[in-house]
């Protein structure tokens, strides 16, 4: 079904960062002639420097989507013939401290990559990433559905929310005669070896561990649906590839998570990671009052049903994966491009739709 893929043109906002790098991975070994724009990688070490992506795919453009003029431009010379939108601001706890360039970059960023691909018409599909934090958070224990109340404690969950109100009303504005097929996807929290981000879950567990150190917890209680970065991504396929079909009845929101079974607690994964790793300590250390919700499903019926998609990996399989991926990495003992495309064959060899 992915094999829909070879010989198309894959523009990708975002590709420097933890998912754009695997997507850009996934993509050009499924034969798609790929470009990339985004800012420069913001941590060191950055998969997408690590494993060289500038140079393996077609073309790399740093830019900032905030810059109409250069997204544009870039866009129509490339011509493609489907968006991935992935760029974006996109840690909570950054938020709190830079609320305007979290809606900047989340919002009005949002409207100029839509708009930038209005104006090429070579544009037949679109998929915006969002989150499962555009959901209005009533710690409720049942996974959100596609129709609950958008909304957000936090300036970046609003500011997802925005995304995906905005992509409603450009759709029914500007798209609904002869535009681009339009559609968002809401992944839950994602895992996978590559991501160094501050304040993310396993990057803070890794560099605890590499340094000797304790892994401190903030809210070691909090529950969340852990999935592999492949996860999403192959939704994020599968439902591009469904647009690029000309199928309608797609371009609309879709939520990818894993089963029920693989919502777990922050301290349950940790406990897994040291496992996996065969060393780490945790120790609870909550240091500020920031409000990070406790509780966060999500409902994948709709993927499952309409789009036939459903999970390959439970989260044992999904960390394992993670802490594979990193172990290899800071032992130097593999070259970690081909391990990488190893892991999205293993991935492959697991899909449990195609």
Request: charged share 25%; net charge neutral; hydrophobic share 35%.
């Amino acid at each position: 079904m992915l094999g829909l893929y070879k010989g198309k043109k894959v523009f990708i906002t975002g590709h420097t960062g933890f998912k754009g790098s695997w997507l850009c991975l996934w993509l050009k070994k499924l034969g798609s002639e790929v470009c990339g724009y985004s800012l420069a990688p913001n941590t060191n070490p950055s998969m997408f420097l690590c494993l060289d992506i500038e140079n393996k795919i077609d073309k790399s453009v740093t830019g900032d989507i905030l810059d109409k003029n250069l997204l544009e431009k870039s866009i129509n010379d490339f011509k493609p013939d489907i968006v991935f939108h992935l760029a974006a601001q996109p840690l909570v706890r950054k938020s709190y401290k830079e609320p305007f360039l979290t809606y900047n970059t989340n919002v009005m960023g949002t409207l100029n990559v839509l708009e930038a691909a209005k104006v090429c018409n070579n544009v037949k599909a679109f998929v915006n990433v969002t989150t499962d934090k555009c959901y209005e958070n009533k710690n409720q224990r049942d996974g959100y559905v596609e129709e609950d109340t958008l909304g957000g404690y936090d300036m970046y969950s609003s500011s997802k929310a925005c995304s995906e109100i905005l992509s409603s009303s450009f759709r029914s504005s500007f798209l609904s005669d002869d535009g681009y097929l339009l559609a968002t996807a809401r992944a839950g929290n994602v895992i996978g070896g590559g991501d160094w981000a501050e304040d993310r879950l396993i990057p803070d567990c890794v560099r605890s561990i590499e340094n000797n150190k304790k892994i401190e917890l903030r809210n070691p209680y909090a529950t969340r649906p852990w999935q592999h970065v492949l996860e999403p991504l192959s939704g994020y396929l599968l439902l591009g590839s469904k647009l690029l079909e000309n199928k309608k009845d797609f371009a609309a929101s879709f939520n990818f998570g894993p089963e029920e079974e693989s919502v777990h607690s922050v301290y349950d994964v940790v406990n897994k990671v040291i496992q996996y790793y065969k060393k780490g300590e945790i120790v609870v250390n909550k240091k500020d009052n920031l409000h990070e919700a406790s509780l966060l499903s999500l409902n994948i019926n709709k993927a499952k049903d309409i789009l036939k998609w459903r999970p390959a990996y439970n989260y044992e399989k999904a960390i394992e994966e993670t802490v594979n991926w990193y172990k290899k990495f800071y032992e130097k003992s593999q070259n970690m491009y081909d391990y990488s495309i190893t892991q999205i064959e293993d991935y492959e060899a697991n899909i449990k739709w195609n």
